[in-house]
């Protein structure tokens, strides 16, 4: 009746596949510019999308000077949106929270 099932579950050990191998720097290096270069170089619309791309970052990398004045400018307009929204704030306060006060009561 029983036969071939077991009661208990016997745990299996682990297998697994074990490849040692050496890390060259340099060789990833020129791998990874290799597989940019050839992604960079084919015909298709993945090809334009990842030059268009490629162009961007390095226009943008280098110009350091244009990235600070980014920086700054959204920068500047941060504060003038608190300082709009302070003022707004306070004369909503004096102004249309003493009538409101007024008109709970």
Do not use: C, W
Request: aromatic letters at 10%; proline letters at 4%; charged letters at 25%.
């Amino acid at each position: 009746m029983f036969g071939n099932r077991k009661i208990f579950k016997v745990p299996v050990h682990q297998k697994f596949s074990y490849k040692p191998m050496h890390y060259d720097p340099r060789k990833e290096e020129l791998e990874e510019r290799l597989r940019t270069l050839t992604e960079l170089q084919r015909d298709d619309i993945a090809g334009a999308k990842s030059r268009i791309a490629s162009g961007l970052r390095s226009g943008y990398l280098a110009d350091q000077t244009y990235r600070q004045q980014q920086i700054r400018r959204s920068n500047l307009v941060i504060v003038g949106v608190v300082i709009m929204l302070l003022v707004l704030g306070y004369l909503l306060l004096n102004v249309y929270l003493p009538e409101l006060t007024k008109f709970t009561e």
